[in-house]
C-alpha cells in the first residue's frame, strides 16, 4: 500500500520567515495530494490541495509543488505569522482507494 | 453545502464501560464515511471507512466496531473500553469517487478513566 513520509516532524520559524513541509510518497498512481492545517484541539482543516496533472499550485501566502518522478510534494508558507502556527499534515491518495494516506505531521512554530 | 455533525464533543468513561459516537452528514448523497483517531500529538489513524450502507472496512483490529444504519449515518462502538482507547476520534465524509478531499466532523474528545 501507500506509504508517506513527512518531514520535519517539528519547524521553528521567527515571523516573516518561509517555512518549507516536505512529503514523499511510494505508489507511483497516487493522483491527489492534500495539506490539512490543525489548531491545538480541534479538527484538521483542507488548506491547500493538488492532482497529480499539476506542477504547483498557489493561494496567497501557501503554495504546493509536486514532483511526479521524484515522488514528493512540498508545502511552502511565506511571510510566516503567529496563526499559521498549528500542525500540517500532508496526505496521498492511491489510485483505486477512497482512503488517503497521511504523514505523520509537522509542528510548526511561528515565534512573533 | 454539505455539513458533518460529530456527537458527543467530550466524554469520560470508565475502563469496561460501553461506547457510542455518531456522526451524520447532511447535504450530500453516497458520502464515502470515515472514523480516525488521534492520540495525544500523534498522527491520524484510520480505523474504518464505509462506501456504503453495511459495508465497513476495518484498518486496525481492535476492540471497536462500527456500523452504518443509514447512508450518511456513521456509528463508533466499543462494547468495553480499554484505557488505550482515550483519544481524539474523528469523523469524516467525502464524496464516492477515489481521490477526493476528506472532510472532517469536529471530533470527539474521549477519555478511559
Known amino acids: 500500500g501507500e506509504n508517506v513520509e513527512q518531514h520535519p516532524s517539528t519547524l521553528s520559524v521567527q515571523e516573516g520567515d518561509s517555512a518549507v513541509i516536505k512529503c514523499t510518497y511510494s505508489d507511483s498512481a497516487s493522483n491527489y495530494f492534500p495539506w490539512y492545517k490543525q489548531e491545538l484541539g480541534k479538527r484538521p482543516q483542507l488548506i491547500i490541495d493538488i492532482r497529480s496533472n499539476v506542477g504547483e499550485k498557489k493561494d496567497q501566502r501557501i503554495a504546493v509543488t509536486l514532483n511526479k518522478t521524484a515522488k514528493h510534494f512540498s508545502l511552502h508558507i511565506t511571510e510566516t505569522q503567529p496563526e499559521d502556527s498549528a500542525v500540517y499534515f500532508c496526505a496521498a491518495a492511491p489510485s483505486g482507494y477512497s482512503t488517503l494516506t497521511f504523514g505523520k505531521g509537522t509542528m510548526l512554530l511561528v515565534s512573533p | 453545502s454539505q455539513t458533518i455533525h460529530q456527537w458527543p464533543a467530550t466524554l469520560v468513561q470508565p475502563v469496561g464501560s460501553p461506547l457510542s459516537l455518531e456522526c451524520t452528514v447532511e447535504g450530500t448523497s453516497n458520502p464515502n464515511l470515515y472514523w480516525y483517531r488521534q492520540a495525544a500529538g500523534r498522527g491520524l489513524q484510520l480505523l474504518f471507512y464505509?462506501?456504503?450502507?453495511?459495508?465497513i472496512s476495518s484498518e486496525v483490529p481492535q476492540n471497536l466496531s462500527a456500523s452504518r444504519p443509514q447512508d450518511r449515518q456513521f456509528i463508533l462502538s466499543s462494547k468495553k473500553l480499554l484505557l488505550s482507547d482515550s483519544g481524539f476520534y474523528l469523523c469524516a465524509w467525502s464524496a464516492r469517487t477515489t481521490g477526493n478531499t476528506i472532510y472532517f466532523g469536529e471530533g470527539s474528545w474521549l477519555t478511559v478513566v
Open positions: 464505509s462506501v456504503g450502507i453495511g459495508q
